[in-house]
């Protein structure tokens, strides 16, 4: 079963625009909370990563929002560019004891110039 | 500083073939994990490898196998290839007791 569900599955919005990628998970042993953006033929590159002891974290046009308590967390792109365009994927770990990745199902950006 | 590579890029085989996929991971690495990408889906966890040992395993059956070297590179096996294992197979490495992992760009592997 998929313990990290992502939505929307895709979006689309303008140049300058705010991207929006939700997500809720179950296990509350996660405690680590990566962002990861996949273009076309490519592996997945790090975007942002969160930890549940804060409830927000920004790196630039991204910024991660935590909710610990509805275990829910998501993906805010401000000022979205062309060159955003490409699919998001959140996930979940558990560190120490679990080392792996549990992701989402993606959500496919697409940015309108 | 190199990333995570892997090779090959691409791959086509036959059903009941047998593949190796190969990555090296991030310089100063010492931890590799594999990932199978169905199309249009999140990359489902297969093994990690630490110490030249799986250290965890995803829900994959047997014919999904591994390996790491002592250089810390790792071999992924699959043996009696089925239409179902065509795939984006990714790699990603990890410095041990740190959770942040770093992809690959995958190998494509179809099965026909």
């Known amino acids: 079963q998929q313990q990290v569900k992502q939505s929307p599955q895709s979006l689309i919005v303008q140049k300058g625009g705010i991207s929006i990628i939700n997500c809720a998970y179950e296990?509350?042993?996660?405690?680590?909370f990566p962002w990861y953006q996949q273009f076309p033929g490519k592996g997945p590159a790090l975007l942002i990563a969160i930890r549940p002891d804060v409830s927000e974290k920004k790196e630039g046009r991204f910024t991660i929002s935590f909710n610990k308590s509805a275990k829910q967390f998501s993906l805010h792109i401000m000022d979205s560019q062309p060159g955003d365009s490409a699919t998001y994927f959140c996930a979940a770990l558990r560190r120490g004891n679990d080392y792996k990745l549990s992701f989402g199902a993606g959500t496919t950006v697409t940015v309108r110039a | 500083d190199a990333g995570v590579t892997q090779s090959p890029t691409h791959l086509i085989k036959t059903r009941g073939q047998q593949v190796t996929l190969r990555c090296s991971p991030k310089s100063g690495h010492d931890t590799v994990s594999w990932y199978q990408q169905a199309l249009g889906q999140g990359p489902q966890f297969i093994f990690q490898y630490y110490e030249e040992e799986e250290r965890q395993r995803g829900n994959f059956p047997d014919r999904f196998s591994g390996h790491q070297f002592p250089n810390y590179s790792s071999e992924l096996n699959v043996n009696a290839l089925l239409l179902g294992d065509s795939a984006l197979y990714l790699c990603?490495?990890?410095?041990?007791?740190?959770?942040?992992?770093?992809f690959g760009p995958g190998t494509r592997l179809l099965v026909l």
């Open positions: 296990n509350t042993a996660f405690d680590y």
């Open positions: 990603a490495s990890s410095l041990a007791g740190l959770e942040t992992q770093y």
